[in-house]
């Protein structure tokens, strides 16, 4: 299975486009993650918000289930590579959407330890319906 929809590559290369412009004119640029990667059997997660021109390159938060997850650039072909025991593959969550930032996402993660403690932290505050505060350090 391809990890990316035509549509999310779209959106993902409509988002590295819009950072380079934003850059140009000076002005800061902080999407949405547009997609969660996950390893089914780990903690290993990446959410993703852009795609290079090389349509391998997506740069995003990377957390590989150490306690330090990290903006940067990871490779699709790379995670797309990864088999798992039983057959298993590092997956998309069709049902992942977010009205976060990618900076909120990266600072929540590095406070949890965890995109994936973040996320419940999120939802959460989504829930109650008030702006999420950042969790104490």
Same mark, same amino acid.
Not at 115 to 124: D, G, P, V, Y
């Given at each position: 299975?391809k990890l990316l929809t035509p549509q999310l590559h779209t +959106? ?14 000076? +002005?800061? %640029? ?7 990667? #996950?390893?089914?059997? @780990? ?21 590989? @289930? #150490? ?6 650039? %990871? ?5 797309s590579a990864v088999r798992l025991p039983f057959g298993l ?6 049902? #992942? ?14 406070r949890a330890g965890s995109i994936l403690w973040a996320e419940?932290?999120?939802?959460? +505050? +989504?829930?109650? @319906? ?8």
């Amino acid at each position: 299975m391809k990890l990316l929809t035509p549509q999310l590559h779209t +959106a993902l290369r409509a988002n590295a486009i819009s950072r380079r412009a934003s850059e140009a004119g000076g +002005a800061a %640029f902080d999407p949405v993650p547009l997609v969660k990667l #996950f390893n089914p059997l @780990g903690a290993a997660t990446w959410l993703a918000t852009e795609l290079d021109e090389d349509c391998d390159t997506l740069f995003g938060l990377a957390d590989l @289930g #150490f306690g330090c997850p990290e903006l940067g650039c %990871f490779s699709l072909a790379e995670i797309s590579a990864v088999r798992l025991p039983f057959g298993l593959r590092i997956e998309h969550d069709l049902l #992942f959407e977010t009205r976060f930032s990618l900076s909120v996402w990266s600072e929540w993660a590095r406070r949890a330890g965890s995109i994936l403690w973040a996320e419940t932290l999120l939802r959460r +505050a +989504a829930q109650s @319906g008030a702006e999420p505060e950042l969790p104490l350090s």
